[in-house]
């Protein structure tokens, strides 16, 4: 008999004997006749169980969403509102489940998020959750695709590290024997590190942390980063290879997730190239609009709003001031007081921020001290500057981030299969 995963089903031919192997979702029992609603990750299917059946009694016996085994024959019409229905002939119970559950696969009732999340793997088996992680893992398979095919090694690098890239305030702290260190807000110095050994172009896609002090909707305190750094590069170059990456990793999300344009916000593949909009011209509007915004300051949520209006989906702003941006942003030769950066946004959230780096490393130094930073922590950094480093661009992209705004989920989290904040690192 052959094991099948449930959607397998679909096409076969009446008569054929199959094994199907899941989650029983609903039991219900009669005086001659039972059934058993199986779920597994590919959809529902109905074990009608007839009273001759020599497993029958068992049906008395199973719990909601306990794991059971069914062999069974494809009938001569189907019989079923779930429209998958075999007819048993044995029933294996493998694990039985405790009762009551956690919280309800089904039943209709809103859950709170804390309870949801404090039996994730039980919220995970609800459909409407579980398409979210098929999303999420498409776009990045896509976006991976891309970044392989345009000549990109994938590469991992530590997570604990003893200097800040991203500004200090976000950091943390991390007992390491006698040592205090951290935990990378970004692999930004590793992969430019890794475009000096020779590898021209480095994407890794991993873990960030960031000590977020506040809750809010669009912020994790570990977050997967998606990030890449190319050689012989400039900004533009870097925001070529992120829009096409995106468009990649929809399409495959679109090519391959059933029903995806049901549940998800984006319902095209987004035309390449993307909208781009200059920071100073983002001032401009926003002045039009009475909005107090003032050059060298970052754009708020609300400022943010404002702009994202005027954009479909995804668009670029770029040319921030280097008031705002770290200090291996490099400048604009005719403009030194912008910079050669940019962020993705959608709307009015901030997907990615990327740019063209300082590849000189007397102008790195003095862009690290005048962030008040201490370059002697920044050594082992500046030292791979001095034997032939070659112009190059990346970014850094917030998978969760995309997730959230590609499928219009209105709070990250849910994006996060167990999401850290500000106090859940559990489980
Ligand atoms: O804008 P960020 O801080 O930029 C960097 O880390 C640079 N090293 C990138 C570069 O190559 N220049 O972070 C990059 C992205 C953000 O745009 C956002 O999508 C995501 O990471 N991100 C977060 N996502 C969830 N929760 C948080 N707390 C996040 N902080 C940043
Ligand atoms: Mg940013």
Known sequence: MKEIFVSDIDG???????????????????????????????????????????????????????????????????KSNVGREIITSQI????????????????????????????RFIDLRKPEIARIFRAKSAILWGMRNYLMSNKFMEVQTPKTVSAATEGGAELFHVKYFEKDIFL?????????????????????????????EHNTPRHLNEFT??????????????????????????????????????????KSIPETPFPRITYSECLQILKKNDYPAINGDDLNNEALKIIGKRFEGFYFITEWPKSVRPFYTATLDEKPEYTKSYDLQFREIEITSGA??????????????????????????????????????????????????????????????FPRDRTRVFP
């Open 356 to 417: 063209q780096r300082v590849h000189n490393p007397v102008e790195l130094k003095k862009r690290i001290e005048e962030k008040g930073l201490n370059s002697e922590n920044f050594e082992f950094y500046l030292k791979t500057f001095r034997y032939g480093m070659p112009p190059h661009a990346g970014w850094g992209l917030g998978l969760e981030r995309l997730v959230q705004v590609v499928l219009g989920l209105p709070n990250i989290r849910e994006a996060s299969l």
């Open 12 to 78: 076969m031919a009446a008569g054929k004997d199959v094994v199907v192997k899941g989650w029983a979702q609903e039991i219900r029992v009669m005086k001659n006749i039972g059934f058993i609603i199986i779920r597994d990750s590919t959809g529902l299917v109905q074990a009608t169980v007839k009273r001759d059946c020599p497993d029958f009694q068992l049906l008395e016996k199973i719990s909601r969403e306990s794991v059971v085994s069914v062999s069974g024959t494809i009938p001569e019409s189907i």
């Open 225 to 266: 980063s998606i990030d890449i750094e190319m050689a012989f590069a400039d900004h533009n170059d870097a925001m070529l290879m992120l829009e096409n990456a995106i468009a990649n990793g929809i399409r495959n999300f679109m090519d391959t997730v059933k029903d995806a344009k049901s549940f998800s916000l984006v």
């Open 92 to 119: 294996t119970v493998l694990n039985l489940s405790e009762t009551p559950l956690l919280i309800g696969i089904t039943d209709n009732v809103e859950t709170d998020m804390d309870t949801r999340f404090n039996s």
């Open 184 to 212: 990378n807000q970004s692999p930004q110095l590793y992969k430019e590190m890794l475009v000096a050994s020779g590898v021209e172009r480095v994407f890794e896609v991993g873990p960030a942390f960031r000590a977020e």
